[in-house]
């Protein structure tokens, strides 16, 4: 892992190349190194300590950085990555930190959105939404933060009901599970 303030800086440079390669790159910069986060996630459910986790074998010092470059190498050319992202990554990887990778998307998918504002959100429910309930509370949501929302949405039949809210840093929590958790606070003390 890398400090967060290290990931930053370098989703940030990121950033900027993306903004001298024009319109349309930040998305695309985001794509590829998503891509790429994702595939270096998938693991050998066989390994449960993860020691064979892709990002593990590309951040082990015992193997060659040759060695290491030309995994990395492949991965990237299978999801079809963006040359400079490909540039970026080869850097990552050459200064040691690429067990910081999936942090430096984060940085970097904060910044692209904050660019194109727009907001991720995540709406767990009990059970699966009606049909155009997603859309009537991403249109909730755009409404009351002024910003494109990006919605996902989750089942958590631990809710019992109602739903749970994620925008941003701030959640709502209309379940019933935190409505029955707070009746039993009240009634205990």
Known sequence: MISGSLAKRYARALYELANAAGPGARDRYLQSLGEFVTACKTHDQNDPSGEHDL??????????????????????????????????????LERGRISG???????YR???????????????TATKLEP?????????????????VLLSVEEDP???????????????????????DKLRANLQS
């Open 55 to 92: 990002i593990k074998v590309l951040g082990a010092g015992h193997h060659t950085i040759v060695r290491r470059r030309a995994i990395m190498q492949l991965v990237l050319k299978r999801i079809g990555a963006d040359p400079v992202v490909v540039k970026f990554l080869e850097l990552v």
């Open 158 to 180: 631990e809710l019992i009901g109602g739903l749970v809210a994620h925008v941003g840093s701030f959640t709502l929590d209309r379940s019933v599970r935190t409505s029955l």
């Open 101 to 107: 990778v999936e942090q430096i998307w984060l940085h």
């Open 132 to 148: 155009g309930a997603d859309k009537r509370i991403q249109s909730a949501l755009e409404r009351a933060t002024g910003k494109s």
């Open 110 to 124: 904060d910044l692209t959105d904050e660019a194109a504002n727009r907001i991720r959100a995540t709406v767990k």
